[in-house]
Nanobody, 120 residues
Framework: QVQLVESGGGLVQTGGSLRLSCAASGSFFSINDMGWYRQAPGKQRELVAVITNDATTSYAGSVKGRFTISRDNGKNTVYLQMNSLKLEDTAEYYC??????????????WGQGTQVTVSS
């Protein structure tokens, strides 16, 4: 199985920046899509950004132009660079990874979550 460990969350002022990291470890042959969800109290879970194995990216409209997702396949790590942060970006952020194992098996793994709090 794949284990995902997140880091980089914290408290930042409006307009500031944070960089989240999510490192994968364990037994797998390859990792395909990786991405980030977020969830704030009283709100639905939102898909923030996705990056494919060939580095194709997509973003939620609310973060497009401010957030950048990237990956380092050698380190099995996905990043989320968050710039121009707004109050509404406050949420718990979760990374995920789609992986493939032996015999065509596949699975989805989740990180433990990291809190991002934006204040004025």
């Amino acid at each position: 199985q794949v284990q995902l460990v997140e880091s980089g969350g914290g408290l930042v002022q409006t307009g500031g920046s944070l960089r989240l990291s999510c490192a994968a470890s364990g037994s797998f042959f390859s990792i395909n899509d990786m991405g980030w969800y977020r969830q704030a109290p009283g709100k639905q879970r939102e898909l923030v950004a996705v990056i494919t194995n060939d580095a194709t990216t997509s973003y939620a409209g609310s973060v497009k132009g401010r957030f950048t997702i990237s990956r380092d396949n050698g380190k099995n790590t996905v990043y989320l660079q968050m710039n121009s942060l707004k109050l509404e970006d406050t949420a718990e952020y979760y990374c995920y990874a789609h992986s493939e194992g032996p015999y065509g098996s596949g699975s989805v793994s989740w990180g433990q979550g990291t809190q991002v709090t934006v204040s004025s």
